[in-house]
């Protein structure tokens, strides 16, 4: 296991956890073997959005002891009072499944998560009420690590994000979604089939969201990385081929602020298919194939491939592209991590030497010489 700093919060997460969603109405033993295995893995993030007691019970129950090693998402307003998934911003309802988790959990979740902020409606439940509140004083009462909230919407989740409340994001991140228009809703578009006809290139608000969550040391755990299982599903892909595993992983972990993708796992097997990531060989794990046929839509825009590579001046070219993507959001008020995150860097845009391989290799046309001077100039310049 790999692991990556959560924003700004001082926590380490392995890069692969757990979403538990799967684990829902499955037999304990079914569920035990699912949590050993990812513990065994070094999965030490689960996300636990579903609000049932039986599933909740039987996670705590497999984690025992070793509920103390890990970090757990916990969702306020996620209940099943019409015995099925639903959203409740009322306070007495929220609380009361989430006092509940509590006690299952050791009297602590280390991420309170607002659960599931897409629309305007959703944003005013949360924050136009004392629901916002209220999620605010578990954190000061020590009930909660952190605050984090999922969401599925790029415009609603930046808004979020400006409040200056969350920490953590659960964002669903695929590359199917990210070619969708931001107005679109992903999961009505998953629930119909994805489809090709309405990918107009990254999306430039989602790009933007990622950008802005690095800036502002919120970190990203992303679900939903395989579309519900319909990016690898030959029948279902929107793209000539089905994605890999790996590819869609790899896909996930190489946009700006991921920490840990979470991929719902409902076996041991699963688990440990899932694990094959860390095996696979760069070539497995490129994506840009995929594009193939979508090409023209990416025209300049670096997509943090690394088809680029290798570069005689050792620079890291995707990471470089990356940062300067983030500073260009506001070019005068680059954070000071994302500063040194470009400072710690072996190699950095000035060793550029022009020589111009790496714009022959790049699918894209992405005009890497002029953004390694440009990446010098903003971070580099005394
Ligand atoms: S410059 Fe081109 S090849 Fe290199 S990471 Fe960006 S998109 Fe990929
Ligand atoms: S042009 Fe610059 S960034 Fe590109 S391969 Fe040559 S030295 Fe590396």
Do not use: W
């Not at 590819?247 to 076996?267: I, K, W």
């Not at 953004?371 to 580099?380: D, R």
Request: hydrophobic share 35%; glycine share 8%; net charge negative.
């Amino acid at each position: 296991m790999q692991y990556r700093e959560i924003g700004k919060t001082g926590k380490q997460a392995g890069i692969i956890g757990l979403g538990c969603e799967q684990l829902d109405r499955r037999p304990y033993a079914q569920v035990e073997e699912t949590v050993h295995a990812a513990l065994d893995c070094g999965v030490n993030l689960f996300e636990v959005f579903m609000p049932g007691l039986e599933v909740r019970t039987n996670i705590a129950k497999a984690l025992g002891t070793r509920r103390r090693d890990v970090m757990v998402q916990g969702h306020i307003g996620s209940t099943d009072i019409r015995e099925q998934y639903d959203i409740s911003r009322d306070l007495p309802t929220a609380k009361r499944y989430f006092e509940e988790m509590l006690r299952l959990f050791g009297g602590y979740v280390d991420f309170g998560m607002m659960f599931f902020i897409d629309s305007e409606k959703d944003y005013k439940e949360v924050f136009e009420t004392g629901f916002a509140d209220y999620v605010l004083r578990l954190k000061e009462q020590g009930d909660i690590g952190h605050i984090g909230f999922s969401s599925h919407n790029p415009e609603t989740a930046m808004r979020v994000i400006k409040t200056g409340l969350p920490e953590l994001m659960m964002f669903s991140i695929n590359l199917a979604f990210d070619l969708y228009p931001a107005k679109d809703n992903v999961l009505d578009e998953l629930h119909k089939g994805l489809d090709a006809a309405a990918f107009r290139g990254i999306d430039p608000k989602r790009a933007e969201l990622y950008k802005l969550c690095e800036q502002s040391g919120v970190g990203i755990t992303v679900m939903k990385p395989f579309g519900a299982g319909k990016l690898l599903s030959p029948e279902h892909t929107p793209f000539e081929n089905p994605l890999t595993v790996p590819q869609c992983l790899h896909y996930a972990l190489t946009r700006p602020a991921v920490a840990s993708v979470l991929p719902g796992c409902e076996t041991a097997a699963e688990m440990v298919d899932v694990m094959r990531y860390f095996d696979a060989s760069d070539e497995e794990r490129d994506y840009t194939p995929v594009l193939g046929t979508l090409r023209n839509d990416f025209a300049g825009q670096c997509v943090y491939c690394s088809h680029c590579l290798p570069c005689p001046a050792d620079i890291d070219i995707a990471t470089v592209n990356k940062y300067l993507d983030i500073a260009r959001l506001d070019v005068d008020n680059v954070s000071p991590s994302v500063r040194s995150h470009y400072a710690s860097l072996e190699s950095a845009g000035s060793d550029c030497i022009g020589c111009g391989s790496c714009e022959e290799r790049c699918p894209f046309g992405v005009r890497v010489i002029e953004n390694m001077a440009e990446a010098a100039s903003i971070f580099e310049k005394r």
